[in-house]
């Protein structure tokens, strides 16, 4: 069966859907005032990875993937650039899009926007203040009162008394509590606001997702996810809403994708080690940064650097080579290699192990190549069937292995080499092989013909 880690008990639990055969999971999206970060990325790219899986399980998974339209940021972007948010939004949603779509990101089922479930925000917002669990500041913003929960602190394991104010608990005279978090602004003047009872404003940061998420999956559903960085405050403050508002439990299991670091070190812009999704795939390929993304472990945490990438490039050309030139096959059914990548990924999405089995079974193919060609191009769909649950490997081995912006000096040098082999002039031949090396290409001449590839 399969198991998950959740971060709200800190083990592995046996997972059992709410509804039989049904998943459903709501992973926090991105706020969209800038381009989306490799972190997001990391993120967002696991989660993918997660929905595949579950999906090829044959469960039916809802999947909805927010996106934060309203907060201070975009104000703030907007303003500085004498633009009107919608603008903004508009213009980091679809290079958010655009960006996700190249790493290979499945669409969510549903991508709810805040500005759109303002009724559904105020709704909620109204059944804590006539629960008792929210206030109406003396300045008109509404704050849950932290303390009327008593659960508070559940899934970041702190305890209340403990919890200090901090960079993360915004301090006011106006609150209670230094903890109370705030559930609905009042206007300021230059921000886009909207009606409400207690006067014209915006909705906080938390109080968004679970308004989305319960309107979308119910009042409980089955997977919560996102970053580490956002179990407190956001989810911790988004169960003591939800469950306040409800009085029942909010999500079964939840989970968390471990940090992206930068050579060791937090990503930061003041660092100069800020990296966007679209820097690093200005000069890497796709398929090559996802891999990156998705071979450690979701939980732990990945440590970007230049010889990483390098690493997933040459694990992506094994793989490839490994594909190239076997002919059409059916993948064997319920092989053992098949079984044992089912039995890691059942013990809590463990990639590294079920990457593991791909590099076993891309050795076992180029074993059998030259011994049983039939047997290999089973092996060779399994790897491609298996590598469909990552995102990875449905290219054309050749497209992969040879994609350079040069293609067309490389392929007239090789006709040039080809002919100079067919008039047994070998030293025009080895020039041009020197020439090649010299570019970073090794040539492989085959009973089919010359094959290339970057070396």
């Not at 039939?374 to 490997?393: N, P």
């Not at 040069?406 to 002919?419: G, W």
Request: charged content about 25%.
């Amino acid at each position: 069966m399969l198991k998950i880690y959740n971060s709200m008990t800190q083990k592995k639990e046996f997972f059992q859907p709410l509804h039989p055969g049904k998943i459903n999971i709501y992973v926090c999206g991105p706020t969209v005032y800038d381009f989306c970060h490799i972190g997001n990325g990391r993120t967002y790219a696991v989660f993918d990875v997660i929905i595949r899986y579950l999906r090829w399980r044959g469960y039916e998974v809802t999947y909805v993937r927010n996106i934060t339209d309203i907060d201070d940021k975009i104000i703030k972007r907007a303003n500085d650039n004498k633009e009107a948010f919608s603008t903004v939004v508009e213009r980091f949603t679809a290079a958010m899009h655009e960006d996700f779509s190249k790493l290979g990101l499945l669409s969510p089922d549903h991508e709810p926007r805040v500005t759109d479930y303002l009724p559904s925000i105020i709704r909620l917002i109204e059944k804590l203040i006539n629960n008792n669990y929210a206030y109406v500041a003396n300045n008109g913003d509404v704050y849950y009162d932290v303390r009327q929960f008593k659960n508070y602190g559940c899934l970041s394991h702190h305890l209340i008394d403990q919890l200090e104010s901090g960079a993360r608990v915004e301090i006011s005279d106006i609150k209670r509590d230094p903890l109370d978090f705030v559930l609905w602004k009042i206007a300021k003047p230059g921000e886009p606001t909207w009606a409400s009872p207690w006067g014209a404003g915006r909705p906080g940061w938390h109080i968004e997702c679970s308004a989305m998420s319960m309107d979308l999956l119910g009042e409980r559903f089955d997977l919560h996810g996102g970053g580490k960085d956002l179990i407190f405050p956001h989810h911790e403050n988004e169960i003591a809403q939800s469950e306040a508002a409800t009085q029942e439990k909010f999500v079964n299991i939840w989970m968390h994708a471990g940090y992206l670091q930068i050579e060791k070190e937090k990503m930061s812009k003041s660092l100069g080690n800020f990296f966007t999704i679209r820097d690093l795939l200005q000069n890497n390929k796709p398929e090559v940064l996802r891999y990156f993304m998705i071979s450690s472990h979701y939980r732990s945490p990945v440590n970007y650097s230049n010889q990483a990438l390098l690493q997933a490039h040459k694990a992506l050309e094994r793989f490839y080579n490994a594909l190239r030139g076997l002919p059409a096959a059916e993948a064997p059914f319920e092989s053992d290699f098949e079984k044992r990548f089912i039995a890691a990924m059942d013990d809590d999405f463990n990639t590294p192990v079920a990457f593991a089995l791909l590099f076993e079974l891309t050795h076992e193919i180029q074993r059998l190549r030259d011994k049983e060609i039939a047997l290999a191009a089973q092996y060779g769909a399994l790897l491609r069937l298996l590598g469909s649950v990552f995102g990875i490997l449905q290219d054309d081995p050749d497209c992969f292995l040879q994609s350079r912006e040069d293609t067309f000096v490389i392929e007239t040098l090789i006709s040039a080499r080809n002919q100079a082999r067919v008039d047994k002039n070998w030293a025009e031949a080895d020039r041009i092989r020197a020439q090649l090396a010299a570019m970073s290409i090794e040539v492989e001449d085959t009973v089919s013909g010359t094959k290339w590839k970057q070396s």
